[in-house]
């Protein structure tokens, strides 16, 4: 290989670093939202992990477990999010972006889905011979949420948060943290949370 030829390719390797950094650098925090949220919202996970983490997007700060643990479900809600960038603003690498969060009410949803259950066990209970197992009331249980999930009658809830972000590198990331996720969720955290503290407080001493 030729001195010439070895200088051009490095030129053109340092370009391609040059642009490609500057491509980076040149995201806005508005951008950086925008591109996040309409990641979740085409459920392009890779792309989504690049601003936050994306995989304990489904997880609380105070729950051990997933809130939504199946696909399907998931991905029923995660598909109607809807959301629209108000303001923002930066002060050295940290910055704030105003936005309205809306999605299906998962309050309304689990509210629906707990008197829907209670039906189906109460039913069951005195179904006597043609009482359905265990195995038949979890996938009948499952059947009922999802249904929920893609039903059309369901409300919606707005949210409207200050997403934090902060610069690394060439990029913004976001903080995931519990209002963030609460708001893509449609409130499912603290409807969830509000769920497991009502059921605290009816139990027998």
């Not at 197992?133 to 948060?161: C, G, H, V």
């Amino acid at each position: 290989m030729s001195k010439k030829t070895c200088i051009f390719i490095a030129s053109v390797l340092l370009l391609s670093f040059i642009f490609t950094a500057c491509g980076n650098s040149n995201e806005t925090p508005e951008q950086a939202v925008t591109n996040a949220l309409n990641a979740v919202k085409n459920l392009d996970k890779d792309t989504a992990q690049k601003y936050f983490a994306y995989d304990e997007l489904f997880i609380s700060d105070s729950a051990d477990d997933e809130l939504i643990d199946d696909e399907e479900d998931a991905r029923l809600l995660l598909s109607k999010l809807d959301f629209k960038v108000l303001s923002s603003s930066k002060e050295g690498d940290t910055a704030t972006v105003k936005t309205e969060i809306t999605n299906i009410n998962m309050a309304t949803v689990l509210s629906e889905y707990i008197q829907q259950l209670l039906v189906l066990a109460f039913s069951n209970t005195f179904a006597e011979s043609d009482a359905k197992s265990e195995e038949e009331m979890e996938a009948q249980a499952k059947q009922l949420f999802t249904d929920l999930l893609k039903s059309d009658d369901i409300d919606t809830k707005t949210s409207t948060i200050d997403i934090k972000l902060s610069r690394h590198e060439n990029s913004w990331k976001i903080d995931g943290d519990d209002e963030f996720k609460d708001a893509v969720l449609g409130g499912l955290i603290n409807a969830a949370e509000e769920l497991a503290a009502g059921f605290e407080s009816s139990d027998l001493p």
